[in-house]
């Protein structure tokens, strides 16, 4: 993806800064973090993580994530469960899905686990509203 990118001229890095990485923290610190302005991958990794807000949340909100998402290691995961107990923030952790994936059935006939599970969670929130 990166090389199709730069191959397009769309990718304001050159190949030398991003075609040695090996692995996502090193590509954060080669590509990452120098296009978003951020001084390193430990710079972006404190300023992004939305652990310290999640807690702040008094809306009850429903959090998917697979733990078999390759961005997310299983110690942030664990971490995450933990600094969500007993908050308005449900975690919900499927064994497979990828990264923003959810998806079962076929490629002829893909369900998408996520537009059946939204409705299902928000459907008892609406009727208290009412």
Known sequence: MVAAKARRGT?????EAWA???GLRDFDERVTA???G???ADHYYRVADCRPWLGRIRVPTLLVQARDDP???PEALADLERSLAGGAV???LLPRGGHVGF???SPWRPRYWLEERLPAFLAPLLARAA
Do not use: M, Y
């Open 20 to 22: 040695g990485a090996r």
């Open 11 to 15: 990718l304001p890095l050159p190949r």
């Open 34 to 36: 120098p296009l978003h």
């Open 90 to 92: 449900r975690l919900e």
């Open 71 to 73: 961005f997310v290691p």
């Open 103 to 105: 998806v079962a059935g």
């Open 38 to 40: 951020f001084r390193d």
